[in-house]
């Protein structure tokens, strides 16, 4: 086993994840992961998974909750995050999606979106709530101004994450937009995802409906704000970006691959 092979089996091992010998050649490390000299052998042990019939059961309930919110027209993007994106849920698991929106548009696009999902018989993860088991976790949303995702650290685990989501929905190119402006990821996993980049289409005429919406924004923003701040510990909430993450697992990742000497 080569060492760029080792990178790429000790990282997915640390999600207890096997990979096939296409998942290999699609998650192949980039320039950017060079290990140490190794200290023993790294042994590509094989993982079973979880069967294929609940990872497309959570699927289709993901799919179901986009098509319910498609008809929100603010909504650019709706996409599969988490382990699910990677067909590595587990029956406990939560159906992870991130949200992107048309800009200036975020809270009230979210507080109508969880209204509708409630609406239509979805279950939501709540914070605090152990119960997981088939709930949509919302737990990324951003507007199309921060694609490029400044706030968030630059690495391999990062990378991943952002190329492994499974899209949805996608209105005016905007995947193609996300990676264009991430493309640094292809220095961590340059197999892992197409490279085919779209010019920004003209932005459509302003409607009555995103007037409306930008101006409700702050008002959502403050009123959502104000009710979860007893509850926030680590999370990240702006106008245009609600990053609801409690638990730092990619420092935790990083510091896991750096005691094996990947850096």
Not at 84 to 91: I, W, Y
Not at 103 to 113: A, D, N
Request: glycine share 4%.
């Amino acid at each position: 086993m080569t060492d760029k092979e080792a990178i790429s089996v000790i990282y997915h091992s640390l999600f207890n994840y096997s990979l096939t010998n296409e998942e290999k050649v699609r998650w192949h490390p980039g320039n950017a992961l060079s290990i140490a000299k190794r200290k023993k052998n790294v042994v590509d042990r094989e993982i079973k998974r979880e069967p294929a019939f609940l990872q497309e059961k959570k699927k289709a309930i993901a799919v179901n909750a986009a098509r319910t919110l498609s008809f929100i027209p603010s909504i650019l993007f709706i996409g599969i995050t988490g382990s699910l994106a990677m067909n590595n849920a587990k029956r406990e698991s939560d159906i992870d999606l991130l949200i992107i929106t048309r800009s200036g548009t975020l809270w009230p696009t979210r507080f109508i979106s969880v209204v509708l999902l409630l609406l239509f018989g979805f279950k939501l993860r709540r914070a605090g709530n152990r119960d997981e088991a088939d709930k949509l976790c919302l737990n990324m949303w951003l507007d199309e101004t921060r694609l490029d995702l400044p706030q968030m650290p630059r690495n391999a685990y990062t990378a991943h994450e952002i190329a492994q989501t499974v899209p949805l929905i996608n209105r005016d190119y905007v995947h193609e937009r996300w990676v264009t402006l991430n493309k640094w990821i292809f220095d961590y996993w340059p197999n892992a995802i197409q490279r085919d980049a779209h010019q920004k289409p003209e932005s459509p005429q302003t409607t009555l409906f995103d007037f409306m919406l930008n101006l409700l924004n702050p008002v959502f923003f403050y009123m959502e704000y104000w009710y979860m701040k007893p509850k926030v510990t680590r999370e990240t909430v702006a106008l245009s970006l609600a990053l609801f993450h409690p638990y730092d697992w990619g420092t935790h990742v990083i510091s896991l691959l750096k005691k094996h000497g990947i850096k």
